[in-house]
């Protein structure tokens, strides 16, 4: 087992990371304060994992709640059967909510915990590859509102992270590729040398090779901890993490919840940005083929959809937290491994960028062509 550290002073936390963690009383039970637990999965989760987590918390109460299973729950009705659970349970301040799932699941449970009493503990129990890299740490917690992903949510950060790698010999090919695409992203903002480590590995990441897998989650959760440690409440540098986001939040709204994955939506919003960063004449025409070579070989789309118009992405891509004055502004890159937050690009270019990358019609599903 490996142990990271998310350094954030009186409410730093660690990050577990390794195989067979999941029924281990002595990592989970340290960070639930009080004597109540109230482990919330989805009805994919519950018969792989519910029984197993749940064993690691015997000396407390210990409920569970299981929600149906997909984007289009991550919403305030679903959040609300979280609170209705509680009331009735006579959960009190002092409980703890447990996520054990994906990052829909974590995203929920993490709000719900923020806003329960105004505030209660929570651990997050990882078990998909993007909920492990990337959704489980840092904190941000929330839903979904039909005119706009994630428009609704708190910071909240969790007591622990749980991330049992051999959760993942369970997950579908397509979500394990949606959770590659969240590790691609760490090398495209900070890490050129990781970037360059997955390109020389991506089939054992595919093959689902142990010590690969275990080392992108490592090297992930590592640079997910260094941003939200230097800066948590995203007042600078970890709007970097949004890299492709942008794009993608525009092509999960305007699809529809759950048509796309978001590691899916992601890939072709990072392959977006870097083709707009070229444009503008910042990133070199081999490192963009790059992008896309890698984020191809990963099985993940590099084009936006066909049903979405450019101006449908446009007008969605002003629903973003990180529209200023009415400016939209995107995660740009400067070169591989380095990254930029900028409104400074030409609207011009964005426009015959989102012309120019659309998969073709005959390609309804996030596939490749
Ligand atoms: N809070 C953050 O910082 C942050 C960061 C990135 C993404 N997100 C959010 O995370 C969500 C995406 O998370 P996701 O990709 O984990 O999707 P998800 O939670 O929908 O999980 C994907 C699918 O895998 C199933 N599943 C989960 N674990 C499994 C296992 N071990 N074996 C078999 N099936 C399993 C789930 O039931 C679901 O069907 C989005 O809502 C996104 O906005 C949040
Ligand atoms: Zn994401």
Known sequence: MNTLRVELGER???????????????LAQPHAPGDQVMVVTNETVAPLYLDIAVAAFSELQTDSLVLPDGEEYKSLEVLERIFDALLQRRHSRQ???????????GDLTGFAAATYQRGVSFIQIPTTLLAQVDSSVGGKTGVNHALGKNMIGAFHQPRCVIADTATLSTLEDRQL???????????????????????????????????????????SCANKAEVVAADELEAGQRALLNLGHTFGHAIETGLGY??????????????????????????????????????????????????????QMLELMAVDKKVVAGR?????LKAIGEAVVTDAFDPGLLRSVLDDCRQPASLSRAGNP
């Not at 409980?95 to 699941?105: E, F, Q, R, S, Y």
């Open 328 to 332: 939209i502004r995107l995660v740009l």
């Open 95 to 105: 409980t703890t909510l447990v996520a054990l799932g994906g990052g829909v699941i």
């Open 12 to 26: 730093s936390y660690p990050i577990y990371v390794g195989s067979g963690l999941l029924g281990r009383a002595d």
């Open 258 to 311: 759950g048509v796309w994955l978001h590691g899916e939506a992601v890939a072709a919003g990072m392959a977006l940005a870097a083709e707009l960063s070229s444009r503008q004449g910042w990133l070199g025409g081999s490192d963009v083929r790059r992008v896309a070579s890698l984020l191809a070989h990963a099985g993940l789309p590099v084009a936006a959809p066909a049903a979405l118009e450019p101006d």
């Open 177 to 219: 590729r949606a959770g590659i695409a969240e590790v691609i992203k760490y090398g495209l903002i900070r890490a050129p040398a990781f970037f360059a480590w997955l390109e020389e590995h991506m089939d054992e990441l595919l093959d689902r090779q142990p010590d690969a897998l275990a080392h992108a989650i490592r090297i």
